[in-house]
């Protein structure tokens, strides 16, 4: 490590000229500029439109079968006086901040467990990712199966060591944490990218804390759990993302309706029934654009702890 | 979140039951087709023929055996018309090949939509088609032409109907020391012999259930109309009719009695996974609609069952309530004539009859009185009791926001039965709502 | 000896702890395969039945026939490949680029990025089709995959957060080397991120593969339709061909769970390769 450090050292000073001299950072900027030129054409080749249209939309009573008429900021008034789009905005916020913080804490857990040196690894974490392979009418049924109050698997269990179950998703109280629970099934996919984050970690990091003579404790303290966090993060802001757009599962679950009293209404299932049932497509949109300033304002609010927990080595 | 579920709409089908087809346009390759009237001529050298293209709702069997049974023989009489047919799950499809300027040249359509889409201008006007071949509206039943009806014209022809009554166990009934041939004939009768079958296991649930008044097809529209209650009255809609806030009411005396959490558990949790709960044997009455006898058939069940019209209040008749599919042309279809002819013969008599007739569809309820009457369909004592209904039967309003109204009244009594508010404030709240929804769409199209 | 059994006792509890987990997550999966065996009057079984009394296996040759199967699984196989190709060849060089050069776009562009997951997809879908349109490809299996060649922001984002986390030395001590901008990425960072690169890949495969409503809405012609499209043809006017639709999914998911298997023992390998690094 010792020599590691006099490389950076000369690096570091190297990096400094190159800093100043304009032409590196012209030539940084066309680099720049080229390896990101698919992304840049792909924007705008299919998402500007779009992007655009969405905003123009949002502003119009546009029905996907007509363009309608403009009505300004009609639909944005609408939805303030709406009373489902303020339950749903509730239901998704409510489900967000107790699922993604509890999905991170599960994720981190079993993908560490299953980064040992285990027997049956590979078929642990099959097993793990499974549940994002099934379809979700198979999911949402064995759901309902599993939490059914009379003859599902959860309150017979519960029963066998002397608790009388809720009514899971019939009871309007416990339908959205048995929708968190349902989420932390869907966790497959954040374990993948955790192991993945796990396999870059550098391996002479641990051979010289155990030389050090430091445990598991503190390794997972000072080297694993720091050199995750740019992956924790992204976890963190995929996560909220896709808990605000929560769709599939309380949708089909629910077959639509929210039941029991509206509480898996859920913001993008009241958005794809305007859009698509109600053919107000326009209202849908302007549903879509209040949902991007919620989540973009809590994004930002996490970049702006990033600072004090992600650890990136890449930064100087 | 990038493993987009793929199952998303299938279910939302599969359960809402309601809903339209679309697939892509296919590029048609020639010009307008003659009528079927040019049979003769069509071995000429030089007569082009037309593709039609034609989305359905359904593939497998369904699409096998109605291009085997149907759409063979149209081809067969019309030799200029060839049909492209493509099952497109869902109106996702539909509606953006409509807004893309590329829509199939005819769709099977729930009929209940057709009112709202034809308020936005998407669907061919047929009336002149209609007047101009005598299509004669006598030969559907008048609520289902009306169904497909708005504003004085005409946007789809009928193809299939249905109607809801009440399966009784006969085996839970004897159970519980009712006559098994005497079904309930009145709501009150309907009470007292489900409270009857109520039977608790541990735990306080139930092990036996009487009835639910909103399981399978029983909604406020069911029950609204059961004792007497309309939903649109001298073109207004009105969901809060004082016979509507009864049923509701009626609806939510059960979640009281029988306590809503316990009830749910069988309601709400069995009814999603597609397990139909009469069939566990343990559900004494149900309303559910004529479609089930074929699944009672294929399924067996281990008890004895029966069906009779759904109860109403004493002194009221009997009612039930039909929906059913339809056929229509987008607006943008670039064989409309063409496509005129495939409608006219596959919603016709020709192909009603010969879809009905084929082997599988013994408890389907056709659009036209005299296809089902040909086939002798009220010989089949438990398909009888739906026919007898199907002159009365009601139909939901033909209104641009009959989806809205649909799951407004969806939404307030699962409110209601959750004992989230009264039922005479939830329905005047739908009301409102529908209204506001309304007086948005009658606003002048530009 | 006393460390030997501590660690098996440690050993113990995470397998006791994983199996009981593992359960629940295998659960769904179980019970996936044991509807596509049950004979059509065991479905409705109440209380739910896990073990079918005969075990009808004819459900798969079944299903295999109630649609073009082997049509369909080719169709989704050329769109699986074509996509994922587009993915690997377009993300990782934008995330480099994001992460990685100082440039003054970075930035802006990552934001983009970002606004663009924010949106539900279900307000952007209609425009989308319209270019698609436009672009005289609706029809065509095209815009299934092409748009992969062009990037997509959720593997941008992910891959730029493993740049991110790669030490800075590595390609500053390619440039003082005066190696092009090209060979630090494809020779030096590329390499490292190769768990990262098959995670994309895997999620990518897993996304072409049950796509629903990406072929629902451009493909015209059932002889390009996908197996997701296919499981579809099971759902009948009142109700659906359970047995036959659970079958076909096993066939579908299979694939995709014995290739997962298979890359996650390359992850495993991927641990020696980390042992260059730092």
New interface residues.
């Given amino acids: 490590m010792a020599a ?1 450090d006099n ?2 050292g000369t ?1 570091k000073t ?2 400094a000229a ?1 800093r100043g001299s304009s032409s590196y ?1 012209r030539k ?2 066309l ?6 030129l ?6 705008l ?3 500007a ?3 655009v ?2 905003i123009y ?1 949002s502003f119009t ?1 546009y ?7 403009w009505v300004g900021g009609g639909n944005y008034k609408d939805l303030m006086a709406d009373g ?1 789009f303020w339950i749903s905005i509730y239901n998704t916020l409510y489900y967000t901040f107790i699922s993604v913080p509890l999905n991170i804490l599960v994720g981190v857990g ?1 993908a560490l ?2 980064n ?1 040196k ?2 049956g ?22 759901w ?9 698997l959860v309150n017979y269990w519960l ?1 066998k060591i002397g608790i ?1 179950g809720p ?1 899971w ?4 109280h416990w339908s959205k944490p048995s929708l968190i629970l349902m989420g932390v ?1 869907g966790v ?2 954040a374990i ?2 955790y ?3 796990l ?7 641990y051979d010289a804390a155990e030389v050090d003579g430091a445990g598991t404790a503190l390794k997972l303290r000072h080297i694993t759990l720091p ?1 995750m966090t ?2 924790i ?2 976890n963190l ?2 996560g909220t ?2 808990a605000m ?1 929560n ?2 599962l309380p ?12 509480s898996l209404t859920m913001y ?1 299932m009241y ?3 305007n ?5 107000k ?1 326009g209202y ?2 302007a ?3 209040i ?2 300033l919620i ?2 304002l809590l ?1 930002v609010l996490i970049f702006i702890t990033q600072k004090r927990w992600v650890h ?5 | ?8 709409l ?3 089908t ?3 039951a309601a809903v339209a087809l679309s697939g892509c346009g296919s590029g048609g390759n020639s010009a307008e087709g003659g009528t079927s009237d040019s049979g003769g001529s069509s071995g000429k050298s030089g007569e082009q023929t037309t593709t039609v293209d034609f989305w359905v709702n359904w593939g497998g069997d369904f699409k096998n055996d109605y291009q085997k049974y149907v759409i063979d023989e149209f081809e067969k009489t019309h030799p200029n018309i060839k049909v492209k047919m493509t099952y497109v799950e869902g ?2 499809k539909l ?2 090949s ?2 893309g300027g590329n829509p199939p040249d005819v769709a099977q359509l729930d009929r209940f939509m057709v009112g ?2 034809a308020a ?3 669907l061919e006007d047929l009336s002149p088609l209609i007047d101009r071949d005598g299509i004669n509206k006598d030969d559907y039943y008048p609520g289902v032409w009306a169904e497909a009806t708005y504003n004085n014209k005409v946007y789809a022809l009928p193809w299939g109907t249905d109607a809801r009554a009440l399966y009784y166990n006969k085996t839970l009934m004897q159970k519980a020391g009712l006559d098994p041939n005497k079904p309930p004939k009145t709501m009150d009768e309907l009470d007292a012999m489900s409270a009857k079958m109520f039977k608790k ?1 541990g ?1 306080g ?2 092990d036996e259930i009487g009835f639910i008044p909103w399981m399978n097809q029983g909604f406020i529209y069911t029950y609204g109309w059961a004792f007497g209650g309309k939903f649109e009255e001298n073109g207004q809609l009105t969901p809060n009719n004082p016979e509507n806030v009864k049923a509701l009411e009626w609806m939510v005396s059960y979640a009281k009695k029988y306590n809503i ?2 009830l ?3 309601s ?3 009814g ?3 397990i139909n709960p009469f069939w566990t044997g343990k559900v004494g009455f149900i309303v559910d609609g004529n479609w089930i006898l074929n699944d009672l058939a294929k399924m067996k069940p281990n008890f004895e069952w029966g069906v009779t019209p759904i109860p109403s209040p004493a002194g009221l008749p009997s009612t039930t309530w039909s929906g059913g599919f339809s056929y229509a042309i987008p607006k943008g279809a670039k064989h409309k004539e063409a496509a005129w002819e495939l409608m006219k013969f596959i919603a016709g008599h020709d192909g009603t009859l010969l879809w009905a007739k084929r082997p599988d569809g013994t408890n389907d309820i056709t659009a036209m009185p005299k296809v089902n009457e040909e086939l002798k369909m009220d010989q089949n004592p438990n398909l009888k009791v739906f026919l007898d209904l199907m002159p009365t039967a009601k139909f939901r309003p033909v209104t641009p ?1 009959g ?2 109204l649909w ?1 407004e009244l ?2 307030v009594q ?2 209601a039965i ?1 004992g ?1 508010g009264q039922p005479q404030a939830l329905l005047d709240e739908v009301k409102k709502n529908v209204d506001n ?1 309304l007086a ?1 769409v009658s ?1 002048p ?2 | 000896m006393k460390n030997m059994t501590a660690q098996r006792s440690k ?1 113990l509890v ?2 006791l ?2 199996i009981l ?2 359960l ?6 179980l ?2 395969v044991s ?1 596509s065996l049950k004979p059509d009057t065991e479905l409705f079984l ?3 039945k896990w073990i079918p009394s005969t075990l009808m296996w004819s459900n798969y040759p079944d299903a295999i026939g109630y649609f073009p199967f082997f049509t369909y699984l080719r169709n989704t196989l050329g769109i699986t490949a074509l996509a994922t190709i587009g993915v690997l060849l ?1 993300c990782p ?2 995330a ?11 930035k802006p ?1 990552f934001g ?9 997809y ?3 879908m ?3 089709f ?2 698609f349109k436009k672009l005289g490809m609706v029809g065509t299996n095209v815009p299934l995959w092409l ?1 992969a ?3 997509a922001p ?1 593997y ?3 891959l730029r ?9 590595l390609e ?2 390619g ?2 080397d005066g190696a092009s ?1 090209m060979r630090i ?1 494809s020779r030096i960072m590329l390499p ?5 690169l ?2 994309v890949a ?2 990518q495969i ?1 996304g072409s593969w ?1 796509d629903y409503q990406g072929p629902l809405i451009y493909l015209s012609d059932e002889s390009q339709y996908t197996l997701m499209l296919g ?1 579809s043809s099971f759902l009948t006017q009142h109700g659906a061909e359970w047995q036959m ?2 079958a076909a ?1 096993v066939m579908i ?1 299979l694939p ?2 014995v290739l ?2 298979v890359v ?2 390359a ?2 390998q ?2 020696t ?3 260059i ?2």
Avoid at chain 3, 24 to 29: K, R, V
């Fill in positions: 590691n490389v950076a690096v190297v990096r190159k950072e940084m900027s680099y720049g500029f080229l390896f990101a698919p992304w840049i054409l792909g924007i080749i299919f998402s439109y779009p992007l249209m969405s939309y009573t029905s996907i079968l007509d363009p309608g008429q489902t079993l467990m299953l040992t285990i027997r690894q590979g078929i642990y974490r099959t097993i793990f990712f499974l549940p994002s392979l099934v379809p979700a009418v198979a999911t949402t049924i064995i309902l199966w599993l939490l059914n109050p009379q003859f599902g029963e009388s009514g998703l019939g009871d309007e099934w497959g996919q993948v990218i192991l993945a984050g396999q870059d970690i550098p391996q002479d990091y050199l740019p992956v993060f992204f802001i995929m993302i896709g757009q769709f599939v949708y089909t679950l629910t077959n639509g309706t929210g039941s029991p009293a509206n993008v958005l794809y029934q859009a698509f049932n109600y053919l497509m849908a949109s549903m879509a654009w949902l991007f989540v973009a994004t990136y080595q890449g930064k100087e | 979140m990038i493993n987009r579920k793929p199952f998303i299938f279910s939302t599969l359960l809402t109106t996702d509606l953006t409509i807004a709202s889409w936005k201008g998407s296991a735990g649930k139930y959490a316990t749910s558990s069988f709400n949790a069995m999603q996974t597609g926001v989806q809205k799951d969806a939404r699962d409110l959750n989230k929804e948005k606003q199209q530009s | 050993n995470t397998h702890f994983l987990f593992g629940f997550f295998l659960s769904p999966f019970w996936l509807t109440w209380p739910p377009s060089v934008v480099y680029s994001l992460a990685r050069i100082p440039w003054k776009g970075s562009l983009i990025t970002l606004i663009l997951m924010m949106l539900p279900q307000v952007t209609i425009p989308i319209i270019v748009p060649f062009f990037g959720f941008i984002f992910l957060q493993f740049f991110m986390g790669l030490p800075r030395e500053d001590a440039r003082i901008e990425y490292l991120c190769k768990p990262a098959l995670t895997l999620f897993i049950t499981l639709m659970m999914n998911t995709i769970i997962y298997f996650q023992k992850f495993i991927g641990i390769f980390s042992g690094k730092g």
